[in-house]
């Protein structure tokens, strides 16, 4: 993470947020809200505009530098994104890296209402569809919360970490 003072930080909360994958599905308020969007959903198609997209408000931890070091991730194959768009409209996404069978959600964001919810459920689907096991949100806050984010103990996390970094997994 990179602060005010221009140096990178290592995170390692505990307890530790996860989303529990295969149990988080949107309620069906949001579902019918999402179908009513008109939303379109891509992924891999354009990161370092989900990344801007993330970047671009009052207050972030992600720099030119950060942005660069997900560019050169993005092509070595270990960051990934969904991009949903409306008229084709970048509107909302979500990012993160991908190692074995854990998810790191690193940022995401909305322009239109529902439209970051969009992306992570599409994102919860193919992590799913893909035998991801570990989505790791590091933090909890109330929104997370409501995704359906969960706290562990930095201990189970490890242990959870290191049995989905074995895994062959694909995004």
Same mark, same amino acid.
């Given at each position: ?28 308020? @949001?579902?019918? =809200? ?9 992924? %891999?198609?354009? !990161?370092?505009?989900? /990344?801007? &997209? ?18 050169? @991730?993005?092509? =070595? ?9 409306? %008229?084709?409209? !970048?509107?909302?996404? /979500?990012? &993160? ?21 969009? =992306? ?52």
């Amino acid at each position: 993470m990179c602060h005010d003072d221009g140096e990178l930080y290592w995170h390692d909360p505990d307890p530790r947020a996860v989303f529990p994958l295969g149990s988080i599905q949107p309620n069906a308020r @949001l579902r019918r =809200a999402l179908r009513k969007c008109n939303f379109s959903i891509s992924m %891999d198609r354009d !990161l370092e505009s989900v /990344i801007r &997209g993330c970047a671009d408000r009052e207050e972030t931890w992600i720099d030119q530098r950060v942005i660069g070091s997900y560019i050169a @991730l993005h092509k =070595a194959g270990y960051v990934h994104s969904v991009e949903v768009t409306t %008229d084709q409209k !970048l509107v909302g996404g /979500i990012y &993160g890296v991908a190692l074995g069978g854990a998810f790191f959600g690193e940022s995401m964001f909305s322009r239109r209402s529902h439209a970051g919810k969009a =992306a992570f459920f599409a994102l919860v689907q193919h992590l799913n569809a893909k035998g991801f096991v570990l989505f790791d949100s590091q933090y909890i806050n109330a929104f997370t919360e409501q995704l359906g984010a969960v706290e562990i103990p930095r201990s189970e996390f490890r242990s959870r970490l290191q049995q989905a970094l074995v895994m062959r997994v694909q995004f």
